[in-house]
């Protein structure tokens, strides 16, 4: 969902996150069992381009983009 709002391609996100497009294949597709690194790119990678993360809170978990 995070990536479907900047309108990113799959290379997009593993560009600015710097790793392999597989792995976020994988982690989208919830079969991603690697290292605790890539993912906190994956997310900072995302926070850099204005995702919010919505924590969990009776209503399920989301996210959004900042404002600009």
């Known amino acids: 969902m995070a990536r479907a709002a900047?309108?990113?391609s799959?290379?997009?996100l593993a560009d600015a996150a710097k790793v392999h497009r597989?792995?976020?294949t994988n982690f989208e597709n919830e079969k991603?069992?690697?290292s605790q690194d890539?993912?906190?790119a994956i997310r900072a990678a995302l926070e850099d381009a204005g995702v919010e993360f919505i924590?969990?809170?009776g209503g399920g978990a989301?996210?959004?983009l900042r404002r600009t």
Do not use: H, S
């Open 6 to 8: 900047l309108k990113w």
């Open 10 to 12: 799959l290379q997009d």
């Open 22 to 24: 597989n792995t976020i």
């Open 32 to 34: 991603y069992a690697g």
């Open 38 to 40: 890539a993912l906190a």
């Open 55 to 57: 924590p969990e809170n």
């Open 62 to 64: 989301g996210v959004r």
